[in-house]
């Protein structure tokens, strides 16, 4: 038997609106989504980057049924500026079929995780 990773002391529950933004990703359909359902809600979060963005590492259980899905997801989002202009966007992406992080990317400076309404999804 394979021995996991010890816990990393910075991991926590998802907050709600990392797990809307996940969920609205979820939303669509692609082949593996299914199992991608699943381990949200299994998922718990740690700090994804040091630069100030919104980006979140994503930890599942070994036990959650992996996914066929390709990283990152075929399904991206495009995050919008008070004005109604794309700032960023986001990726989910995978390591080995379970969920391994929501990055946030922006054209400008650091974005911060963004609300479900301002983003516009696509793929």
């Known amino acids: ?13 998802l907050t709600g609106n990392e797990r809307a933004l996940l969920d609205a990703i979820l939303l669509q359909e692609f082949d593996g989504v299914k199992a991608l359902r699943v381990q949200v809600g299994q998922a718990m979060a740690s700090p ?8 979140i590492d994503l930890h ?21 500026g008070a ?6 966007g986001l ?22 995780l963004p609300l479900v309404d301002q983003v516009r999804w696509y793929g």
């Open 48 to 55: 994804g980057c040091t630069c100030g963005c919104g980006t």
């Open 60 to 80: 599942v259980p070994h036990a959650a049924p992996k996914s066929s899905a390709h990283s990152p997801l075929p399904v991206e989002g495009e995050v919008l």
């Open 83 to 88: 004005g109604g202009e794309p700032i960023g």
């Open 1 to 13: 038997m394979a021995e996991e990773d010890p816990p990393r002391q910075d991991v926590r529950a």
């Open 91 to 112: 990726l989910v992406f995978l390591d080995d079929g379970r969920l391994a992080g929501l990055e946030v990317y922006s054209y400008g400076d650091p974005l911060p």
